[in-house]
């Protein structure tokens, strides 16, 4: 509920009316009806870090993946965000995939080294309990249960457009909102604007 808290605050702050629904389920056995959509309301989807622990037709007939997007164009929303990891964990042979895994979680723990000190508990938690799983099920794990199958921006493009979506940019105060946020936070963070998206690097690592 913490996301939920937040955004309430921020209504209250704008005086905007504003309600927050949990719903507790996983993308493949998403319903409509647990979304607790009302009538003529502005829909907004942000996909953050999800899509690619959904299974896709490498790893199922049923391929969710495309199903879950196509669930969501059918209700017209006005607006849709990815938010992935840059790198091809899916279809790749696993000698690729162990050097682009290496490569990424390489920039992922120097990131953290430099933001916030070793002993610091939600380091340590985001250590262990999320990026060491992560590893482990990249390289460690096949078929169905490997499910961290990350896909490359290409790819991302062209499901979303086989699911009847058109790509928009980035508008330059959100690029630059994002670009001033992250320069407070730490300046070894580098974001570059490409291909009608915003790529967040660490240092001279894409």
Known sequence: MFVGERLSRLARLFKVPFQFHAAVVSGTEIQLESLGIHAGEALAVNFA???HQTPDESVSTQNHR????????RLSPRVVTLVEQESNTNTAAFFPRFLETTDYYTAMFESIDATLPREHKDRINVEQHCLA???????????????ERHELLGKWKSRFKMAGFTPYPLSSLVNGTIKNLLNKYCDKYKPEEREEALYLGWMNID
């Open 66 to 73: 495309d199903g879950l997007l196509r669930f969501f164009k």
């Open 49 to 51: 870090f999800m899509l």
């Open 133 to 147: 799983r992560d590893v482990v099920n990249i390289i460690a794990c096949e078929g169905t249960e490997r499910v």
